[in-house]
């Protein structure tokens, strides 16, 4: 993305604060919300070439890509000291956790009437992959290269505060264009948002309650790698330094008007993430799923990569499991080979890759095959055990004998 010079407001230069120390400086203090409201508007004029968006923090976090610190704030799937590979294994879970949730979301869109309008919105989920990874992110399911920012300063400062133990938090003010459409796409700063509020489907309440956008790249793809370009700190155009306690929500004017008497008070966590037992939040408990999904697959990993060969086997025992239960409605299981039960498999594409996998490991048995390939055809194992699991539980399954 494009880099933007900050056009900084007076208490800036009080705090001794400049364009060039801004990510590097412990940001300007600001003892109540009332204040802070005030900063940010003098802040919005000033830089009235863009939109401001908020982020809070309970701590201030850096990167070590940068030899003089200061803040910093890239996407999930970049942030720490990642190698390649660590960036590719990322991207794999993201591939695997889409491939879930939109499973998941086309059973869902089939229970719901033909004519409905929630049918027509999931359709929408199931066409824009930005969407996807947008409700992956926004629901905490796994890394994407996208940052959550809201246009709320309530709800950017209730998140700066939530479960921290710290004396500060912080708050921080972007500058980005102006949207264009529920997802912006601007060619001139390289940058994609995502105005989640307005396109999620109804079914999702937590991005109305958090007033949510997604914001990454222009283009985004794997083949990036991790670098200072993707950090939105070269964005940042505010950065605030709040007490974490109860005062801060209270008015401190002078003059006996409505804002002296005004209390604000920050959102609970209930109220910022919902209480999923009271709310009737789909798209919610559609990403719980996926994520109890997404860890059973960890701890298969875990195990793998300990021991590759043996938790290759692993999983191509449940695979021949799932095969078992197919040969079985047509033949004595006494009889049964993994070929002979791929060929029941009426999903031509399905068949097509068991058949790939299932030459893949006779090789490995046999030492015909490089031990280094096995993590990769691990992680293929497993989403064909996936499915494989979601073809034999459809219930429009037909066994088809194709010999």
Known sequence: MRSIKPHLTPIFEHNQINEKNLVESDGVFIDSFFELRKQMAQLACANSDFILFFRGQKRDYTDNLYRKGGSSFFPSIYRGNISDEDLHEKWTKLEIACKLFAEKIRSYKESLPKKSNERKELDIVLKKILLQWSILQHYEVTDTPLLDVTQSLRVACSFAFLDSQEEYSYIYAFGLPYNTGRISINSEHYLTNIRLISIAPSGSLRPHYQEGFLV??????????????????????????????????KSTTNTESFEENLIERGLTKKELYLDLNNHDDIIAKICNLVKEEMSDLNESEKYISQNPFEGFMFVWKQIESGLRDVYGIMHDNSKFSALKAIRFIQDKELRDKLNRLRIWRNNLVHGGVDTREIPENINTALLILKELQDYLNSPTMVIQCNS
């Open 216 to 249: 990454g790249e222009d283009e985004i793809n794997e083949r990036e790698k991790k670098n200072i370009t993707l950090d939105f700190r070269r964005r940042l155009i505010g950065k605030f330094r709040i007490p974490n306690n109860d005062s801060f929500w």
